[in-house]
């Protein structure tokens, strides 16, 4: 059966950066005739809401009412606005609770006036701290300071308490400027171009306040309202559809990412799997970009508080031209850095699986690279046979290497956010004879099969599988049926832990044609599980094989996520057991993989260094002494630079290094300033998931020989 696969784009809760001047709320809020008539919900905004509403009560996974959900879905539009509670004050969200109250807890009274007005008290609340913001950044600040300031996480924050008067909240302000003018400084700034490009943020954040309309609000209260009922559920007006689907998706044209806004910055929400981000090796979700520069010598723009469609037409650009991003990574351990990205088109070559031939010891190991499960569906419904597709690329490559003799393969899923389910379907079936592979579960309904129908396996040797955190989706029901299937080993990291099926929902179905279009509704409509029953929503697939990690599956993964669905188990599928990876041979290659990581130089500094990844992105507390930052940047650099000339001098270049290699190279052609360039280091991971290889392999032989004997 043919599955088909709407592509969508994830929205985070919209949110604006600003500051604002104090008044009296109370007569502003008496006076509704103060509202602009732009602020005004027109009656089409209101139809999409109710039709949006009704759609995810009814036809969500997880039935909710929205009416019972209201406060929540008030609060989490506060926390959307402000997350990090610098603005709104505790007399405020009472204030709106109490609103909410008197009306019966009807969810944004439908009118929607209250998300309205909340968003104006943030307006202004905002202009005042941007305006006292502005003039403090006039005055001296002291560097050699004994204080500190802490930066949350997103849960943490959402229960800090909300501020109790101004004065508290430029008390905070304060410290928040003084470590940005740090992290300026420790960037290369001076003291005075680290002022002047904070004034320059902190006005444009305030002009692009000022440009907000009401459909950025509804926007944004509409996504604060989907993102209750689950992470991956969202609402896409007309123009957002059109922008970032045509322009972004479809069309694969530019950088090859999908952002979105998040804390005040444009945060990378997906890197397009073959795109010009992604070739790069630099960019990675959850990054935020805080500045755009064009060309080689453009000026760096920065792009905190912008909004993120205006920030998307300095990304984008013609075919060929280069555009520089400052960014700010998830992983801390980076630093800021600049990553230079030639614009281009995704080519369908980019994307597709590619297999390299890696020597190790004497052995000869097989490598496939597989960065996502794509489909051309347009071949397919016209019905060309030699249309491309992940299962038929993989069936040449295996037989490729098995002409080259190899003695084993590693199938490499890292970094793989998934794509087609019948793909990742019929790929499984290269290497298990047949059976399940896959079952989808609706609410109240039997949970249906996806099977592996054709008996028989193309490659029936050695097998091993490498996933990570980025790991997703489809990617992740492969790995988990060939580990259920005791088919190959798993190496790697937790993966992701996305098990929701999504679809898209075009709100002008429930109405008649002549009316304006009102946008779509992306919601979750089912679960995947394995065939043992259990789901991989939010726990994934737990590698056989575990390497070091710097940033837990809880930081990057659904579990990560507040409202993610739970974790789910069904009655298992019956199917009958490849059987060849047991656990006595798991034990013995855990034991020989652990062997080697108490004892081999490079993977002794590899733990290390990532046990201080792992430090560094758990630090939330960060000193507001320069000379104390500037030494522990130092050291960190220091650390970095003498680990990276370690390990290029110890470990041996794979074969799919070289490409790796050329990319790294052809990237600090760009970059003028030496400490924006980034050094080559070679794929300690898959050099590991090679000894598991090699390990298998010689456990196979013995085995062989014991029973010849």
Same mark, same amino acid.
């Given at each position: 059966?043919?599955?088909?696969?709407?592509?969508?784009?994830?929205?985070?809760?919209?949110?604006?950066?600003?500051?604002?001047?104090?008044?009296?709320?109370?007569?502003?809020?008496?006076?509704?005739?103060?509202?602009?008539?732009?602020?005004?919900?027109?009656?089409?905004?209101?139809?999409?809401?109710?039709?949006?509403?009704?759609?995810?009560?009814?036809?969500?996974?997880?039935?909710?009412?929205?009416?019972?959900?209201?406060?929540?879905?008030?609060?989490?539009?506060?926390?959307?606005?402000?997350?990090?509670?610098?603005?709104?004050?505790?007399?405020?969200?009472?204030?709106?609770?109490?609103?909410?109250?008197?009306?019966?807890?009807?969810?944004?009274?439908?009118?929607?006036?209250?998300?309205?007005?909340?968003?104006?008290?943030?307006?202004?609340?905002?202009?005042?701290?941007?305006?006292?913001?502005?003039?403090?950044?006039?005055?001296?600040?002291?560097?050699?300071?004994?204080?500190?300031?802490?930066?949350?996480?997103?849960?943490?924050?959402?229960?800090?308490?909300?501020?109790?008067?101004?004065?508290?909240?430029?008390?905070?302000?304060?410290?928040?400027?003084?470590?940005?003018?740090?992290?300026?400084?420790?960037? #290369?700034?001076? /003291?005075?171009? $680290? =002022? &002047?490009?904070?004034?320059?943020?902190?006005? %444009?954040?305030?002009?692009? *306040?000022?440009?907000?309309?009401?459909?950025?609000?509804?926007?944004?209260?509409?996504?604060?309202?989907?993102?209750?009922?689950?992470?991956?559920?969202?609402?896409?007006?007309?123009?957002?559809?059109?922008?970032?689907?045509?322009?972004?998706?479809?069309?694969?044209?530019?950088?090859?990412?999908?952002?979105?806004?998040?804390?005040?910055?444009?945060?990378?929400?997906?890197?397009?799997?073959?795109?010009?981000?992604?070739?790069?090796?630099?960019?990675?979700?959850?990054?935020?970009?805080?500045?755009?520069?064009?060309?080689?010598?453009?000026?760096?723009?920065?792009?905190? #508080?912008?909004? /993120?469609?205006? $920030? =998307? &037409?300095?990304?984008?650009?013609?075919?060929? %031209?280069?555009?520089?991003? *400052?960014?700010?990574?998830?992983?801390?351990?980076?630093?800021?850095?600049?990553?230079?990205?030639?614009?281009?088109?995704?080519?369908?070559?980019?994307?597709?699986?590619?297999?390299?031939?890696?020597?190790?010891?004497?052995?000869?190991?097989?490598?496939?690279?597989?960065?996502?499960?794509?489909?051309?569906?347009?071949?397919?419904?016209?019905?060309?046979?030699?249309?491309?597709?992940?299962?038929?690329?993989?069936?040449?490559?295996?037989?490729?290497?098995?002409?080259?003799?190899?003695?084993?393969?590693?199938?490499?899923?890292?970094?793989?956010?998934?794509?087609?389910?019948?793909?990742?379907?019929?790929?499984?079936?290269?290497?298990?004879?047949?059976?399940?592979?896959?079952?989808?579960?609706?609410?109240?309904?039997?949970?249906?099969?996806?099977?592996?129908?054709?008996?028989?396996?193309?490659?029936?040797?050695?097998?091993?599988?490498?996933?990570?955190?980025?790991?997703?989706?489809?990617?992740?029901?492969?790995?988990?049926?060939?580990?259920?299937?005791?088919?190959?080993?798993?190496?790697?990291?937790?993966?992701?832990?996305?098990?929701?099926?999504?679809?898209?929902?075009?709100?002008?179905?429930?109405?008649?044609?002549?009316?304006?279009?009102?946008?779509?509704?992306?919601?979750?409509?089912?679960?995947?599980?394995?065939?043992?029953?259990?789901?991989?929503?939010?726990?994934?697939?737990?590698?056989?094989?575990?390497?070091?990690?710097?940033?837990?599956?809880?930081?990057?993964?659904?579990?990560?996520?507040?409202?993610?669905?739970?974790?789910?188990?069904?009655?298992?599928?019956?199917?009958?057991?490849?059987?060849?990876?047991?656990?006595?041979?798991?034990?013995?290659?855990?034991?020989?993989?652990?062997?080697?990581?108490?004892?081999?130089?490079?993977?002794?500094?590899?733990?290390?260094?990532?046990?201080?990844?792992?430090?560094?992105?758990?630090?939330?507390?960060?000193?507001?002494?320069?000379?104390?930052?500037?030494?522990?940047?130092?050291?960190?650099?220091?650390?970095?630079?003498?680990?990276?000339?370690?390990?290029?001098?110890?470990?041996?270049?794979?074969?799919?290094?070289?490409?790796?290699?050329?990319?790294?190279?052809?990237?600090?052609?760009?970059?003028?300033?030496?400490?924006?360039?980034?050094?080559?280091?070679?794929?300690?991971?898959?050099?590991?998931?090679?000894?598991?290889?090699?390990?298998?392999?010689?456990?196979?032989?013995?085995?062989?020989?014991?029973?010849?004997?």
């Amino acid at each position: 059966m043919m599955l088909k696969r709407t592509a969508a784009i994830l929205l985070m809760s919209w949110s604006i950066v600003g500051f604002s001047q104090d008044i009296d709320n109370k007569k502003f809020f008496q006076n509704k005739e103060a509202l602009p008539a732009e602020y005004t919900i027109s009656s089409t905004q209101k139809r999409a809401y109710r039709l949006a509403k009704n759609l995810l009560e009814n036809h969500h996974y997880r039935r909710l009412s929205t009416k019972e959900m209201a406060q929540e879905i008030q609060d989490d539009f506060l926390n959307a606005l402000d997350p990090s509670h610098l603005y709104f004050l505790q007399s405020d969200v009472e204030e709106f609770a109490n609103r909410l109250a008197q009306n019966e807890g009807r969810d944004a009274q439908d009118d929607l006036s209250l998300p309205i007005d909340i968003f104006r008290r943030y307006q202004q609340r905002s202009r005042a701290l941007n305006d006292w913001t502005l003039a403090r950044l006039n005055q001296p600040f002291d560097f050699g300071s004994s204080e500190s300031v802490t930066y949350p996480d997103e849960k943490t924050r959402k229960m800090l308490p909300w501020l109790a008067d101004e004065q508290a909240a430029k008390a905070q302000q304060e410290k928040r400027l003084l470590d940005q003018i740090i992290h300026l400084k420790l960037a #290369g700034r001076s /003291t005075e171009k $680290a =002022i &002047e490009t904070l004034s320059k943020r902190y006005k %444009s954040t305030q002009k692009q *306040l000022d440009k907000s309309k009401v459909s950025d609000v509804f926007d944004s209260y509409m996504n604060v309202m989907a993102s209750r009922f689950d992470p991956h559920t969202g609402y896409l007006s007309p123009k957002m559809s059109e922008n970032f689907d045509i322009n972004m998706r479809l069309s694969l044209e530019g950088i090859g990412a999908v952002l979105g806004l998040k804390d005040d910055k444009i945060t990378v929400r997906e890197v397009i799997t073959g795109g010009p981000a992604a070739k790069t090796g630099k960019l990675f979700i959850k990054d935020q970009i805080i500045g755009v520069a064009q060309g080689t010598d453009g000026e760096m723009v920065d792009v905190v #508080g912008w909004r /993120t469609d205006e $920030a =998307i &037409e300095l990304i984008r650009g013609k075919k060929g %031209s280069l555009v520089r991003l *400052l960014v700010e990574p998830a992983n801390a351990a980076k630093g800021v850095h600049e990553v230079v990205i030639q614009r281009d088109t995704v080519a369908l070559e980019e994307q597709a699986a590619h297999a390299y031939v890696e020597q190790i010891d004497g052995h000869k190991i097989g490598v496939i690279k597989l960065p996502s499960f794509y489909m051309d569906f347009n071949g397919a419904r016209s019905g060309k046979s030699d249309f491309r597709s992940t299962s038929e690329d993989v069936k040449k490559l295996v037989q490729e290497l098995q002409a080259q003799k190899v003695q084993g393969i590693v199938l490499d899923l890292r970094n793989n956010g998934g794509g087609s389910l019948y793909e990742a379907v019929k790929t499984v079936g290269l290497f298990i004879d047949k059976g399940p592979v896959v079952s989808i579960a609706q609410p109240n309904k039997k949970a249906r099969a996806e099977l592996d129908d054709e008996a028989g396996m193309v490659y029936d040797g050695p097998l091993a599988v490498m996933i990570n955190h980025y790991s997703a989706s489809a990617s992740e029901i492969f790995a988990a049926a060939i580990q259920d299937y005791q088919r190959g080993i798993i190496i790697g990291r937790n993966s992701y832990g996305k098990g929701t099926v999504q679809t898209m929902t075009d709100l002008n179905r429930f109405v008649s044609k002549d009316v304006a279009p009102l946008g779509y509704v992306k919601h979750t409509i089912a679960m995947f599980h394995r065939v043992n029953g259990d789901s991989t929503q939010k726990k994934g697939v737990q590698a056989d094989i575990t390497l070091p990690e710097g940033l837990g599956i809880d930081k990057v993964g659904e579990m990560a996520e507040e409202y993610a669905l739970p974790w789910k188990s069904i009655a298992a599928e019956k199917f009958i057991k490849d059987g060849r990876v047991k656990e006595p041979l798991l034990t013995y290659l855990r034991d020989q993989h652990k062997q080697r990581m108490d004892t081999l130089p490079a993977l002794l500094r590899y733990s290390d260094y990532m046990n201080k990844v792992a430090e560094r992105n758990e630090q939330q507390t960060w000193s507001l002494n320069f000379k104390e930052r500037e030494a522990q940047f130092k050291q960190w650099k220091d650390f970095q630079d003498a680990y990276n000339e370690s390990q290029q001098q110890a470990l041996p270049k794979l074969a799919s290094d070289e490409k790796v290699l050329e990319q790294v190279k052809k990237s600090n052609e760009f970059v003028e300033d030496e400490a924006d360039k980034i050094d080559f280091v070679p794929d300690i991971d898959l050099f590991e998931a090679l000894n598991v290889m090699q390990d298998y392999i010689q456990w196979l032989i013995h085995e062989q020989l014991q029973e010849a004997a």
